[in-house]
């Protein structure tokens, strides 16, 4: 298994060009069965994630190619079996949303349960209770959900989300597409993979309107086509580099990043002292002088996202004095505290919030990646740490993060990937 070696106390200077959104980019391609034309999706991001979801779509008789320049062309002719196993599903949550998209086109379907997660419960059952409010039947099984649509296939219907969750918000959307009707989605989250879904759902021949607000409204149509697709840029990756910025000095211009998508943060990082330049294609950002504390709790967009918690925290111990970091969307996502404190982080968890007293001395030391966005905590540190920090166990960044090292080693870092 690979490891990560940083050797900290360099500034960063540079540019970064910022990839496909991996969250976007897995609802987009569980879209691509939705069609029997060809779904060529474009700024596609080469990830584990994407490539386990890859398998996952060959398994049921896509086809899937990667093609030069950053693009995947994926062809559902016909599906073979609209089953998708355990192992494959397991390996990936979001494995889970090839199920609407299989009712709605094939009428049946059978998919493992994605299972439990590093960061909490992450139930399902509001996925399951908008694809039967579509008048799917839903029974589960040895760990398997097993679902028909009626005869005569989905119905439009009202969906009422008693939470906010993006996942839920997509599926309902890619199975309300093919429905026969109209479908109103309310209590709908407002991050921008779910205007992406929608916008490439529409150039597929979709009819949905709302996307980016509470309410969703979608008129089923009989088929779709295929299109060309550009993702979105990832506002966690710009995220995640803007906060690397700040906690190691310097200044870092993020390439193609949406400035809009991640206005919560950068209130943030102005507010500890870090300046940002925004821009149609690109955001700039520096830091000179010394970081002050700032609390931040998550909420959905267009609030602090859960995904830059960690980063955050990470930057945080090196601020001058006590900031406090509420999470309210994920229980359990506090893993990352124990491994910031072996780097010399003084942090201390109370419930959903942790409370951090900086300015931490941090020094290099070795740390056990624990999930995607808190393995990419302990790389900021490291940044910003005396000496060598090696990140173990680094396949969880592999799941999000494109060709992590080459992108900071480009601004001037001293980061390594080695062989354990
Ligand atoms: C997506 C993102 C993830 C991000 C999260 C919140 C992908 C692949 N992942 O995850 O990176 O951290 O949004 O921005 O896009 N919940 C239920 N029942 C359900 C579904 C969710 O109780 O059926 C709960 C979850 O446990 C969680 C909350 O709702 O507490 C929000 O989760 P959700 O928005 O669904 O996150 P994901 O779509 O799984």
Same mark, same amino acid.
């Given at each position: ?15 970064i ?5 991996k969250n976007?980019a897995l ?14 999706l ?30 995947l ?9 609209p089953y ?7 390996k ?22 994605p299972?439990?997660?590093a960061?909490?419960?992450?139930p ?12 799917a039947e839903?029974?589960?099984?040895e760990g398997?959900?097993?679902?028909k ?8 219907a009202?969906?009422?989300?008693p ?11 890619l199975?309300?597409?093919l ?22 759902l ?17 008129q089923?149509?009989d ?5 060309d ?18 906690? &190691?000095?310097g ?16 209130? &943030?990082?102005?507010r ?15 830091r000179t002088?010394?970081?002050k ?10 609030g ?6 960690a980063?955050?925290m990470?930057?945080?111990?090196l &601020? ?28 201390q968890v109370?419930?959903?919030?942790a ?7 941090l ?8 999930d995607l ?7 900021? &540190? ?21 060709r ?5 080693s ?11």
């Amino acid at each position: 298994m690979d490891r990560i070696r940083i050797r900290g106390g360099r500034p960063l200077h540079g540019e970064i060009e910022i990839s496909g959104a991996k969250n976007s980019a897995l609802k987009l391609m569980a879209a691509g069965l939705l069609t029997d034309g060809e779904l060529v999706l474009s700024r596609m991001p080469r990830l584990a994630d994407t490539r386990f979801l890859g398998q996952l779509l060959a398994h049921l008789g896509v086809e899937v190619e990667e093609q030069a320049g950053s693009k995947l062309r994926l062809h559902a002719a016909q599906i073979d079996d609209p089953y998708a196993p355990y192992d494959l599903v397991r390996k990936m949550r979001a494995s889970f949303n090839v199920l609407g998209p299989l009712i709605a086109r094939e009428g049946r379907a059978k998919v493992s349960l994605p299972g439990g997660c590093a960061i909490g419960a992450r139930p399902v059952n509001l996925h399951l209770e908008a694809l039967e409010a579509l008048g799917a039947e839903i029974v589960l099984e040895e760990g398997y959900v097993l679902a028909k649509a009626p005869a005569g296939g989905l119905r439009g219907a009202r969906v009422v989300f008693p939470m906010v969750s993006v996942g839920a918000t997509e599926h309902a959307m890619l199975a309300a597409v093919l429905a026969k009707g109209e479908t109103v989605l309310e209590n709908c989250a407002r991050e921008p993979e779910i205007i992406d879904l929608a916008d490439c759902l529409t150039a597929m021949g979709a009819t949905v309107e709302g996307a980016g607000d509470a309410e969703i409204r979608i008129q089923g149509v009989d088929r779709l086509k295929g299109a060309d697709w550009a993702v979105v840029p990832d506002r966690i990756e710009t995220g995640t580099y803007a906060i690397a910025a700040a906690a &190691a000095g310097g200044d870092v211009v993020l390439k193609d990043a949406r400035a809009e998508h991640n206005h919560a943060l950068w209130r &943030a990082l102005q507010r500890a002292g870090a300046e940002i330049v925004e821009d149609e294609a690109s955001v700039t950002v520096r830091r000179t002088g010394a970081l002050k504390p700032v609390d931040i709790q998550t909420e959905p967009f267009p609030g602090f996202a859960t995904d830059l918690q960690a980063q955050f925290m990470a930057l945080m111990a090196l &601020a001058d004095g006590a900031s406090i970091i509420r999470e309210t969307i994920f229980e359990n996502r506090f893993m990352h505290v124990p491994e910031l404190g072996r780097l010399g982080a003084d942090i201390q968890v109370r419930g959903n919030e942790a409370v951090v007293r900086g300015p931490s001395a941090l020094k290099g030391a070795p740390v056990m990646a624990t999930d995607l966005r808190a393995s990419v905590s302990l790389v900021i &540190a490291g940044l910003a740490a005396e000496g060598d920090t090696v990140v173990n166990r680094i396949y969880h960044l592999d799941r999000g993060f494109e060709r992590l090292e080459d992108k900071l080693s480009a601004c001037g870092a001293d980061v390594v990937r080695e062989s354990e």
